[in-house]
């Protein structure tokens, strides 16, 4: 499914999402770049075994999230501020290949004096996921072409 799509599927509600094959396609345009995750995981999720992803976030609560087994957008909303010592970042996934056609939610929880995150994750397909954390590393997200954003090794 298009990004396109499932942005309107999103946004026009409920019947929308159980008729998305036939809804009409909304334009939602990605913002500006804004920063990056590079996150390695120290306690994965059994089934997405990523150590490493990176997130790419854009000012109007886009994100981009690519690693070795996903790949897809999402929105998101900072609780607090990516320079505040403790700060909270929630997403919820748009439909995508990665989630078995539906959405996900994570909510994670960034420490900038340890760089540590801790991350709690809820999904259609998987009601019981257990906690997770790794490591993190901020950097500024030059991603402009945010559609040509593929998969690499930091």
């Known amino acids: 499914m298009k990004l396109r799509s499932m942005l309107a599927a999103v ?3 409920f019947s929308a999402i159980t008729h998305a094959a036939t809804a009409t396609p909304i334009t939602v ?12 995981y120290q306690v994965m999720y059994s089934e997405k ?3 490493l992803a990176t997130i ?7 994100y981009k999230i690519v690693s070795p087994g996903e790949d897809h957008y999402g929105v998101y909303v900072i609780e607090g501020q990516s320079t505040d010592e403790v700060y909270k970042i929630s997403y919820i996934s748009l439909p995508s290949e990665d989630w ?17 995150f801790t991350q709690q994750a809820l999904a259609h397909s998987d ?3 257990p906690p ?3 490591s993190f590393v901020q950097a500024a997200n ?6 040509g954003v593929r998969w690499q090794q930091p």
Do not use: C, S, W
């Open 56 to 62: 790419y976030y854009y000012d109007n609560g886009i």
């Open 100 to 116: 078995a056609g539906n959405v996900a939610r994570h909510d994670l929880t960034f420490d900038n004096q340890t760089q540590v």
């Open 127 to 129: 009601q019981g996921i």
């Open 11 to 13: 946004a026009t509600g």
């Open 142 to 147: 030059t991603a402009t072409d945010h559609a």
């Open 132 to 134: 997770q954390h790794g």
């Open 49 to 51: 075994p990523f150590e």
């Open 29 to 40: 345009a990605v913002g500006a770049p804004t920063m990056v995750h590079h996150l390695k």
